[in-house]
């Protein structure tokens, strides 16, 4: 009698065949990722379990010391930023503050992140559209970079600075139409109806506020470095009429980020590799435009602003990976291949708007056919991958999703599921957790039950 393990039946599928090179000279294959930062993925999970993040300490520093290279030899002064929200693990911060990166943060929670973990208040940009009273104290006293976003907001830091009795430097926001990008009108003053001059000339009349910098942050996933070119211009133009009206002067220029990864932005025909712009393009563009717009500045004696960046997916994006496992197989009633695996959108809540790339972790035995990734949640809307095309993956099988090291583990959700472990591989080939894995107590820790409430049915013999 046979012992061969029986094989689930599936009813047979035709496919039309599909091969060569398409009009972007790519040849459609099946690629896979056996290792990452070179330790076998089948080891990862055997040791960390799946699912699985996994980071790259290498590459993430690589990719910050490229970024400020590829400025460092454009521009004179420039201090790079990393964006606290795009990846707020304490590992991944402190690593790029090893690379001479400071803090960017959007909140008091992001405030108090980058204080516990060593950086001093002279070394962090405030920004974000709330500030409460407590968190503003705090940035004043402690020398922050301190960026406005709205007039209340105004108010609010010239009462805190005449309590403190000092004198606080401040940089204003800007918000305008670059002509590339839709404005981002909710953040900071707009410039074409005045309001950002009005800021300007109140901060310059203050007794307690000092104006020292401009700030933009144009958008995200900008993939044209145009726009860049554009703001840094009209930024520049804006610091020579606020230093002529108001008497002020800007020792800094912060252009924010928006540089775009190595990612498939759904709805973006191409592939990243032919749209997404290197480092040094970003670089060119934006330098180059700033030396054009300061060279009568510079002719008059006046020194070049200092260029703040503040950098996130750039740097963090493909320096991370999630590992997930196939816990089902299902044929849809449109004839594709369902897979359902043990991440989901909770996890890799970006899968909404990128079309992160999956790699079997083997070579693959079968037809590529297209396929449908749905994660654990029981939720219509948890799917990872709404078609990519997969060779025959059974129960236990990996993926590995890339790159998601941006906006993931600060946007993923306790939800249905506990949130995996990350582990970050060291640069000497070692493996850190550096997130456990979460567990009932982890979620449960912040609850209290009422005594009333402390049993959950009325009797001790159950539902009626």
Same mark, same amino acid.
Not at 73 to 88: F, Q
Not at 125 to 144: D, Q
Not at 151 to 156: A, K, P, Q, V, W
Not at 312 to 324: I, K, N, P, Q
């Given at each position: 009698m046979s012992k061969t393990k029986k094989k689930p039946w599936v009813a047979p599928t035709l496919s039309a065949h599909g091969g060569g090179l398409n009009k972007f000279g790519a040849t459609r294959r099946n690629l896979v990722t056996e290792r990452i930062g070179g330790i076998p993925v089948d080891e990862l999970t055997k040791r960390f379990g799946s699912p699985l993040f996994v980071v790259e300490e290498r590459r993430l520093r690589d990719n910050a010391r490229r970024l400020k290279s590829a400025f460092a030899y454009r521009w004179p002064r420039v201090i790079h930023a990393w964006s606290y929200k795009t990846n707020y693990l304490g590992a991944v911060c402190n690593a790029l503050h090893q690379e001479g990166y400071i803090a960017e943060v959007v909140s008091a929670f992001e405030y108090d992140k980058a204080r516990a973990l060593g950086v001093p208040g002279k070394d962090i940009i405030f920004n974000g559209p709330h500030k409460p009273r407590a968190a503003l104290e705090r940035a004043a006293r402690e020398g922050a970079r301190i960026h406005l976003d709205n007039f209340d907001e105004l108010y609010l830091l010239e009462d805190v600075?005449?309590?403190?009795?000092?004198?606080?430097?401040?940089?204003?926001?800007?918000?305008?139409?670059?002509?590339?990008?839709?404005?981002?009108?909710? @953040?900071?003053?707009?410039?074409?109806?005045?309001?950002?001059?009005?800021?300007?000339?109140?901060?310059?009349?203050?007794?307690?506020?000092?104006?020292?910098?401009?700030?933009?942050?144009?958008?995200?996933?900008?993939?044209?470095?145009?726009?860049?070119?554009?703001?840094?211009?009209?930024?520049?133009?804006?610091?020579?009429?606020?230093?002529?009206?108001?008497?002020?002067?800007?020792?800094?220029?912060?252009?924010?980020?928006?540089?775009?990864?190595?990612?498939?932005?759904?709805?973006?025909?191409?592939?990243?590799e032919q749209v997404v712009p290197a480092p040094e393009q970003y670089a060119e563009a934006l330098?180059?435009?700033?030396?054009?717009?300061?060279?009568?500045?510079?002719?008059?004696?006046?020194?070049?602003?200092?260029?703040?960046?503040?950098?996130?997916?750039?740097?963090?994006?493909?320096?991370?990976?999630?590992?997930?496992?196939?816990?089902?197989?299902?044929?849809?009633?449109?004839?594709?291949?369902?897979?359902?695996?043990?991440?989901?959108?909770?996890?890799?809540?970006?899968?909404?708007?990128?079309?992160?790339?999956?790699?079997?972790?083997?070579?693959?035995?079968?037809?590529?056919?297209?396929?449908?990734?749905?994660?654990?949640?029981?939720?219509?809307?948890?799917?990872?991958?709404?078609?990519?095309?997969?060779?025959?993956?059974?129960?236990?099988?990996?993926?590995? @999703?890339?790159?998601?090291?941006?906006?993931?583990?600060?946007?993923?959700?306790?939800?249905?599921?506990y949130r995996p472990a990350v582990t970050m591989v060291m640069r000497d080939g070692s493996v850190e957790v550096v997130r456990e894995r979460e567990d009932l107590a982890y979620v449960t820790a912040q609850e209290r039950l009422p005594a009333s409430l402390a049993q959950p049915f009325e009797s001790a013999g159950g539902t009626a």
């Amino acid at each position: 009698m046979s012992k061969t393990k029986k094989k689930p039946w599936v009813a047979p599928t035709l496919s039309a065949h599909g091969g060569g090179l398409n009009k972007f000279g790519a040849t459609r294959r099946n690629l896979v990722t056996e290792r990452i930062g070179g330790i076998p993925v089948d080891e990862l999970t055997k040791r960390f379990g799946s699912p699985l993040f996994v980071v790259e300490e290498r590459r993430l520093r690589d990719n910050a010391r490229r970024l400020k290279s590829a400025f460092a030899y454009r521009w004179p002064r420039v201090i790079h930023a990393w964006s606290y929200k795009t990846n707020y693990l304490g590992a991944v911060c402190n690593a790029l503050h090893q690379e001479g990166y400071i803090a960017e943060v959007v909140s008091a929670f992001e405030y108090d992140k980058a204080r516990a973990l060593g950086v001093p208040g002279k070394d962090i940009i405030f920004n974000g559209p709330h500030k409460p009273r407590a968190a503003l104290e705090r940035a004043a006293r402690e020398g922050a970079r301190i960026h406005l976003d709205n007039f209340d907001e105004l108010y609010l830091l010239e009462d805190v600075a005449r309590g403190l009795k000092k004198t606080v430097p401040v940089a204003i926001r800007l918000n305008f139409d670059t002509g590339f990008t839709d404005p981002w009108s909710r @953040f900071g003053f707009n410039l074409e109806s005045g309001q950002a001059m009005d800021c300007a000339r109140h901060v310059a009349e203050s007794a307690h506020l000092k104006l020292v910098g401009l700030h933009t942050h144009i958008g995200t996933f900008v993939t044209d470095v145009r726009a860049h070119a554009a703001a840094a211009t009209i930024l520049c133009g804006f610091m020579d009429a606020v230093e002529a009206q108001t008497g002020a002067v800007i020792d800094y220029l912060d252009l924010g980020g928006g540089f775009a990864s190595k990612n498939a932005l759904q709805g973006v025909y191409l592939p990243p590799e032919q749209v997404v712009p290197a480092p040094e393009q970003y670089a060119e563009a934006l330098c180059d435009a700033l030396m054009a717009a300061t060279r009568e500045r510079e002719a008059r004696g006046r020194p070049q602003p200092t260029l703040i960046l503040e950098t996130g997916r750039a740097v963090v994006d493909d320096a991370e990976s999630l590992v997930a496992s196939v816990v089902a197989n299902k044929r849809l009633p449109d004839g594709r291949r369902g897979v359902v695996l043990d991440a989901g959108i909770n996890a890799l809540f970006t899968a909404f708007w990128y079309h992160h790339d999956a790699r079997p972790t083997r070579w693959p035995d079968g037809i590529a056919e297209e396929t449908v990734l749905y994660g654990p949640l029981c939720m219509n809307i948890d799917v990872m991958r709404q078609s990519i095309q997969l060779p025959p993956l059974g129960v236990g099988d990996k993926l590995v @999703f890339s790159p998601v090291g941006a906006y993931n583990n600060t946007q993923w959700m306790q939800f249905i599921e506990y949130r995996p472990a990350v582990t970050m591989v060291m640069r000497d080939g070692s493996v850190e957790v550096v997130r456990e894995r979460e567990d009932l107590a982890y979620v449960t820790a912040q609850e209290r039950l009422p005594a009333s409430l402390a049993q959950p049915f009325e009797s001790a013999g159950g539902t009626a």
